[in-house]
């Protein structure tokens, strides 16, 4: 982990609410009409995602936007 690395702290953030809906990241990933590699390298900090994709998830976790972001050090 890279100290303060803003995609870590995000990709734990959406790691927690997709697991609080009982989904796996193949499930969560189909949902969102992305790939379930793509995703699991969203969840591990390996890629920067950008915000057409925050609204998607957000919409697919019953989110506002806003709550993706909510915890994160900066």
Request: charge should be negative; charged fraction near 25%; hydrophobic fraction near 35%.
């Amino acid at each position: 982990m890279v100290k303060f690395d803003i995609n870590y702290y995000f990709g734990n953030n959406l790691r927690k609410f997709r697991e609080s809906k009982n989904m796996s990241q193949e499930e969560f990933a189909q949902i969102c009409g992305i790939s379930r590699a793509y995703y699991g390298r969203m969840e591990r900090g390996e890629h920067s995602i950008t915000l057409d994709k925050c609204i998607v998830i957000s919409e697919a976790l019953g989110l506002h936007i806003s709550e993706l972001f909510v915890d994160l050090p900066y």
